[in-house]
């Protein structure tokens, strides 16, 4: 099955940076609205920041609202989201996905790649 794979985590002071890449590998995410979810243990999963195909619309869960940006590179096929001002509350595995129409319920997203984890310390 081919899915899309997500890179860019790993472990992070409270307050640090990183940046997710999520690359569409054989997929296409054109012209796809691509979404960002993540699940914490014992949390069901939710999606943190969804862009359109071609990047003019966005949309944030407000919990990461001005400290998430999502971005896309429509000629790597391949979706980015920079994560600033980290805090112990935000680890969790994160994942991308696909979907017809910018939304973040989930059961519009399909294609999902395996994950990566995100840790932060305190």
């Known amino acids: 099955q081919v899915q899309p794979v997500e890179s860019g985590g790993g472990l992070v002071q409270a307050g640090g940076s990183l940046r997710l890449s999520c690359a569409a590998a054989?997929?296409?995410?054109?012209?796809?609205?691509v979404g960002w979810f993540r699940q914490a243990p014992g949390k069901e999963r939710e999606c943190v920041a969804a862009?359109?195909?071609?990047?003019?619309?966005?949309d944030y869960t407000e919990s990461v609202q001005g400290r998430f940006t999502i971005s896309r590179d429509n000629d790597k096929n391949t979706v980015y989201l920079l994560m600033n001002t980290l805090d112990p509350e935000d680890t969790a595995v994160y994942y991308c996905a696909r979907a017809q129409y910018l939304s973040r319920i989930e059961n519009g997203f399909g294609s999902w790649g395996q994950g990566t984890q995100v840790t932060v310390s305190s």
């Open positions: 054989g997929l296409s995410f054109t012209p796809y609205t």
């Open positions: 862009i359109n195909w071609n990047g003019g619309s966005s």
